[in-house]
């Protein structure tokens, strides 16, 4: 079977990538790095400019053990020039009869390790950067514009026909292709959606004071209002904003005019790093958790939100999706999509996504709670956890997957 069907295919790959987001194209850069023959597909081109249409304003922090998979992939010493650290992770509950802060925790990262938390770039340069990096790798090819139209997966090798119409053998197929993955959909496996009523509001702003490397979480209610530390934009302290709420509540935001919208952001801050000022354009993001029902199939993984989402608390969402990738290359050492191997990183990587998952769950539900004797709990929830200088360092390492 296997022959025939190769000897129908236009091209011959070790492993094919469906998916050219971050972390696809991450992994596409690491199994080029390891050696391996690499096709990496996507239906849309990156837009790798801030101010163009459609451009991912989010950011993302790379946790300490995430970095080890960038450094491997040779992506490390093109990202960590653009890159903030984030030394504190500060909790602010501002859930009383005003929305000031009335209790501030902070969570620094020199308590456990003599490196910060992680590191935090814009989503933009990330798929700017590793773009050019795969332009690089004599071994990996990128088709943007192309994407994945059927998939047909045997033990031995699978099938992966293109929207342009060719046929490409893979020994691996990496699903890696969203949260709603034509490659899972393809192999027939369910996922168990968590929905939570909410969007957030991504985009960046410059404020009076400097970050001094800590990211914010500000806690009232609807969502965490998150100030995640950028370089300096045109001279000026800057910062990435996530701001959760209920979706009525962010179509409203969004709707506001400039002066009112300014109004509101600066209340729901709560004054941390003083006058905030809006520096980009407003972009809306849907909130859900989602994690699929089995992680493999024939020569095929799924990683990243064709695994698993979460809500953005914590930088867990990539980061996770990097324990995805170092595991799967790990085991991909010998023959890539084995079933053995496969077989491996599912166990490996299944049942702690769901813990962690699980614990994103109750700390989004939380964050979330409007009545005000709620609120009271939460701020004396975290006031107890923080007190604790074991709770407080296993709580941390349990952040960065160091448990």
Not at 117 to 140: D, H, Y
Not at 278 to 302: E, H, K, V
Not at 368 to 382: C, F, S, V
Request: proline share 5%.
């Amino acid at each position: 079977m296997s022959a025939n069907l190769s000897a129908k295919c236009d091209e011959s790959v070790d492993v094919l990538i469906s998916g050219g987001g971050i972390a696809g194209l991450i992994a596409a850069a690491a199994f080029g790095a390891s050696g391996h023959s690499v096709l990496c597909v996507d239906p849309a081109p990156p837009v790798t400019s801030e101010g163009a249409a459609g451009a991912d304003l989010r950011s993302t922090c790379f946790l300490q053990p995430s970095i080890r998979v960038l450094e491997e992939a040779g992506l490390w010493e093109r990202l960590a020039p653009h890159a903030t650290p984030l030394q504190i992770m500060r909790i602010v509950d501002a859930g009383g009869a005003e929305a000031a802060a009335r209790m501030v925790r902070e969570f620094d990262a020199s308590e456990i390790s003599d490196k910060p938390f992680g590191w935090n770039l814009q989503n933009w340069l990330l798929k700017r950067e590793i773009s050019a990096r795969l332009e690089t790798l004599q071994n990996v090819r990128f088709l943007p514009g192309t994407g994945t139209a059927a998939l047909t997966a045997r033990s031995s090798e699978a099938i992966v026909t293109l929207t342009n119409g060719s046929r490409v053998a893979a020994k691996l197929v990496v699903g890696a292709d969203g949260r709603n993955s034509p490659v899972r959909e393809a192999l027939g496996i369910g996922v168990k959606t968590f929905r939570y009523g909410q969007k957030a509001l991504a985009f960046a702003v410059t404020h009076d004071r400097a970050h001094d490397n800590i990211s914010t979480e500000v806690h009232r209610s609807g969502g965490p209002f998150t100030l995640v530390p950028l370089p300096d934009r045109e001279g000026k302290h800057s910062s990435a904003v996530v701001w959760l709420e209920r979706g009525a509540e962010i179509a409203r935001l969004a709707a506001l005019p400039a002066d009112a919208f300014h109004a509101e952001m600066n209340r729901r801050s709560a004054g941390v790093l003083g006058e905030l000022t809006q520096a980009t354009r407003l972009t809306i993001w849907p909130i859900i958790s989602q994690i699929a029902d089995a992680y493999a199939g024939p020569r095929t993984a799924l990683i990243a939100e064709a695994a698993h989402v979460v809500p953005p608390i914590g930088a867990q969402g990539l980061n996770m999706s990097l324990a995805d990738l170092t595991t799967l290359v790990d085991l991909s050492r010998g023959d890539p999509g084995s079933e053995a191997s496969l077989a491996a990183y599912a166990r490996r990587r299944r049942p702690e996504a769901w813990a962690r998952l699980m614990g994103i769950d109750a700390l989004n539900r939380t964050s979330m709670a409007g009545a005000r004797p709620l609120r009271d709990l939460r701020a004396a929830a975290i006031g107890t956890l923080y007190a604790s200088g074991p709770v407080r360092r296993l709580l941390m390492r349990a952040g960065l997957g160091a448990v």
